[in-house]
């Protein structure tokens, strides 16, 4: 139960700093302070024959437009996806053997990984509760498994503590229990929580630190070390094994390592248990292009949106060829666009647009967040590190190191060796092709050392997502601003017969789950000629969304 002494509104605050904006959105619903729309409460089914003789214009085929034409075409719409790229997806991006990443002011990077290796250089996880992806994959025939987020394996490291070794999750996780639970155990043994507690719950409290942080009643509830820890020499036939020396506390806490997500696993959005689809994540967006061509709608690639007219009585879309510059346009009764909002904004300014629609769709920014992959001859993180999958964390321009979940015990494999955002990733992305992978294999080296003599340097690829053509970020950087407030509370709603989808007007920026989510809400709304009523969050909590979250 809540203190009365906390407001509604700084209690949803610690919850956005602890786990992110995902974290409040799931709160929120879980306590009943928002109004989920019906196309987010349940699953779409639009009236039958909504969509006879009507046309729909939908603008890229990321996940979030792929599902609107999807749900439009079983409605019985005319679809038709115009996107800008040679490729569907979006950010949803897995590279494969001669695929090539573009990025604006970089040459091309060709993928050399035999299948079936694969670089997801997008989003790589499904949380468990992610009901509508996952239902999607389902209907799709898109085969999940597992996706490992930690392990205790997993490695932490900084250059301000453990000598500037790499240490294993378990020993860190454990040992800091084990100092917490003897620090509090000599707190109650003093009298200190003599007036929070009674003598009996004092009792149990010491009872509980026993088990939780394994310190040693009969030594004055001392921690001096716990085989959760690990051994240094494993237990056999002729020796019990060495357990591992703990940890210094002061040097627990000199490395700050709660500052680098280590407790993330622990947020709702991480949990175990969590998906990927068999075979890299584009097979959820292969799979909707499939259904959309079959049930009859029209897929049209390097199509660049130029201009974009809207009115009460439908939509006038301009576009250019990629590859040809012919112009083309369209007319439609209603537009869907899925372009990130950054870049719709450079066509939509015109006079046929709301003012406040166009305030609104000025006020998002995307944020910048870099990926780089390393094809790995070899599975050492396996054969040496015992770890199978997860994420080892460091204090180091690369941030985070990802290792394989599908594949074990097999020759190669793909690292996931940085992910980064913000200020971090802003520098990381001006840097040149050359000198991304330096710095990232700089970071391997003090997690992994050696790390050089198993994944070649020109095997490497990198990712700044802000730098890519036509995407230009990774998710939606909202704030609590009244200005976005406001914005996101206009683009949930229309232009006459313009509407915005994508993960971007969803609370889960970053994730494929708020692309599908928002998908829905804008289908059904359009179903009923733009008579869906507004959505309310924003006139009951302050922060709709927030940079916090890193997405999937």
Same mark, same amino acid.
């Given at each position: ?14 919850? +956005?700093?602890? !786990?992110? =904006? *995902? &974290? ?7 306590? $009943? ?5 019906? /196309? ?21 085929? +990321?996940?979030? !437009?792929? =599902? *609107? &034409? ?7 719409? $005319? ?5 800008? /790229? ?37 989003? $790589? ?428």
């Amino acid at each position: 139960m809540i203190d009365s002494s906390w407001s509604r509104r700084r209690f949803l605050e610690m919850v +956005g700093k602890a !786990g992110g =904006a *995902a &974290a409040v959105y799931e709160t929120m619903v879980a306590l $009943g302070l928002m109004r989920v729309p019906e /196309a987010l409460a349940e699953p779409l089914r639009l009236p039958a024959g909504a969509g006879k003789g009507q046309k729909v214009l939908v603008l890229g085929a +990321g996940v979030g !437009g792929l =599902a *609107a &034409a999807y749900e439009l075409l079983k409605g019985g719409y $005319g679809v038709e996806i115009l996107e800008a /790229a040679g490729r569907v997806g979006g950010r949803s991006y897995t590279v494969r053997k001669d695929d090539q990443i573009l990025q604006i002011g970089r040459d091309p990077q060709t993928c050399h990984y035999e299948p079936p290796l694969y670089f997801n250089a997008g989003p $790589g996880r499904i949380p468990y509760h992610h009901r509508a992806v996952i239902d999607y994959c389902k209907e799709l025939g898109v085969t999940l498994e597992i996706y490992v987020m930690e392990t205790r394996a997993n490695l932490f490291q900084s250059d301000g503590a453990f000598d500037k070794k790499a240490k294993a999750n378990r020993r860190i996780a454990n040992d800091t229990r084990g100092y917490i639970s003897e620090l509090l155990a000599k707190a109650v043994n003093r009298g200190a929580l003599d007036g929070e507690l009674t003598k009996d719950d004092r009792q149990r409290l010491l009872e509980l630190l026993v088990v939780f942080g394994q310190v040693k009643p009969d030594q004055q509830y001392k921690y001096s070390g716990s085989s959760r820890s690990g051994y240094e020499i494993q237990p056999g036939v002729v020796t019990p094994g060495k357990i591992e020396k703990p940890l210094e506390l002061n040097d627990l806490l000199a490395s700050k390592f709660w500052q680098y997500r280590f407790y993330q696993p622990e947020d709702y959005l991480w949990q175990p248990t969590l998906f990927e689809p068999a075979g890299g994540m584009d097979q959820i967006v292969h799979a909707f292009a499939r259904e959309v061509e079959k049930l009859g709608g029209v897929i049209r690639k390097d199509s660049v949106v130029t201009h974009v007219e809207t009115s009460h009585d439908g939509v006038k879309v301009a576009f250019q060829n990629a590859r040809t510059k012919q112009e083309e346009s369209r007319t439609a009764d209603y537009c869907v666009s899925n372009i990130p909002l950054p870049l719709l904004r450079r066509v939509i300014c015109n006079n046929t647009f709301d003012e406040d629609f166009q305030r609104a769709v000025d006020a998002v920014p995307f944020a910048p967040t870099c990926k780089v992959a390393w094809l790995a001859e070899d599975r050492f993180w396996e054969t040496k590190d015992e770890i199978y999958g997860g994420i080892s964390w460091i204090n180091h321009p690369i941030t985070q190191f990802w290792y394989p979940s599908a594949g074990f015990f097999s020759q190669k494999g793909v690292l996931t060796g940085t992910y980064n955002y913000g200020e971090t990733a802003e520098d990381f992305g001006r840097r040149s092709l050359h000198d991304r992978l330096l710095l990232a294999r700089e970071g391997a080296e003090k997690l992994h050392p050696g790390f050089a003599s198993h994944c070649p340097l020109d095997l490497g690829l990198s990712i700044a997502w802000h730098m890519v053509p036509h995407i230009e970020g990774g998710w939606a950087d909202w704030t609590n601003s009244l200005e976005q407030k406001n914005a996101y509370q206009r683009l949930l709603l229309p232009d006459k017969r313009f509407w915005v989808c994508g993960d971007q007007i969803s609370y889960l920026p970053g994730w494929q789950e708020g692309a599908v989510l928002s998908a829905q809400h804008v289908v059904k709304g359009l179903a009923v000629r733009g008579k869906l009523e507004a959505v309310a969050p924003v006139e009951l909590y302050e922060t709709p969304v927030s940079s916090l979250v890193t997405g999937g």
